[in-house]
């Protein structure tokens, strides 16, 4: 990959204020690519702005937009704040990575607030962002990567709900690619397995140890592992790759 390849490109990464998660690794990795970013927030904004400096120490332009992912004006909110901050500028680049989730320990355990809190951030929450962005976005060579989940092929018990909505998510991004195809738009997954961030379950947790006696690499993967991944399928280099859901879990999602 070339050392600029996102040069005058603007990506919008959501869900990245924590400085060890995969948002917040993945801004970095496009921006030491050249790329301004949109980086988005939740409740953090103190956490947000400190990633957004670290980001800025690159070289490239960061706007700091806030949006909760659960809500009805989510998509709204966040393409809204991006033509302010860079204004006359297309989108090039979204990345769907922020979301929400939770264990129950069974269906019976499982409330319809569970579900609303899942579904929301997860499923709708990407729909409405791609929705409001698409007057936007570059056609062609606009790029969507929405960040799923190796659950969402594997499933898990302690997970159902959370599972359930990267499925949904699998699903959506088959149809944007067939429909955004046509703008010379691609769309794809990047489904991380067991990761260092603050969502991954303790070592003793049931469903750690489900992915250990599966995995062929037994760890659980870096931020930037799962960056990596992100930013291939976002570059030029990514340009016949759609419709598809790249594995990054240590084998995992081939066991």
């Not at 499982?110 to 409001?132: I, K, S, T, W, Y």
Request: with cysteine.
């Amino acid at each position: 990959m070339a050392a600029q390849e996102f040069k005058g490109k603007l990506a919008i990464v959501t869900g990245g204020a924590k400085q060890n998660g995969i948002g917040f690794a993945t801004a970095c990795a496009l921006a030491k690519g050249g790329a301004d970013i949109v980086l988005h927030y939740n409740l953090n904004k103190e956490a947000a702005q400190n990633s957004a400096t670290k980001i800025r120490e690159l070289g490239v332009k960061v706007a700091v937009v806030q949006g909760d992912a659960g809500s009805l004006s989510f998509g709204d909110d966040v393409v809204r704040a991006t033509l302010e901050a860079f204004p006359g500028r297309q989108i090039d680049i979204i990345i769907n990575n922020a979301g929400h989730a939770t264990f129950q320990e069974g269906t019976e355990a499982a409330v319809v607030e569970d579900f609303d809190a899942l579904f929301h951030p997860n499923v709708r929450g990407p729909h409405l962002l791609v929705r409001a962005a698409l007057p936007h976005i570059a056609s062609p060579g606009g790029r969507i990567v929405n960040v799923g989940s190796v659950v969402a092929r594997t499933g898990a018990k302690q997970a159902a709900l959370y599972s359930s909505t990267k499925g949904a998510l699998n699903t959506l991004t088959l149809a944007w690619a067939e429909e955004l195809g046509e703008r010379g738009i691609t769309v794809n997954v990047v489904a991380p397995g067991p990761i260092a961030t603050d969502y991954a379950p303790p070592e003793e947790h049931p469903l750690t140890k489900k992915f250990r006696a599966q995995q062929y690499i037994k760890r659980n993967g870096g931020a930037e592992e799962v960056a990596n991944v992100i930013v291939f399928a976002a570059s030029s280099g990514a340009s016949f790759v759609s419709g598809q859901v790249l594995g990054v879990d240590g084998g995992l999602s081939y066991v």
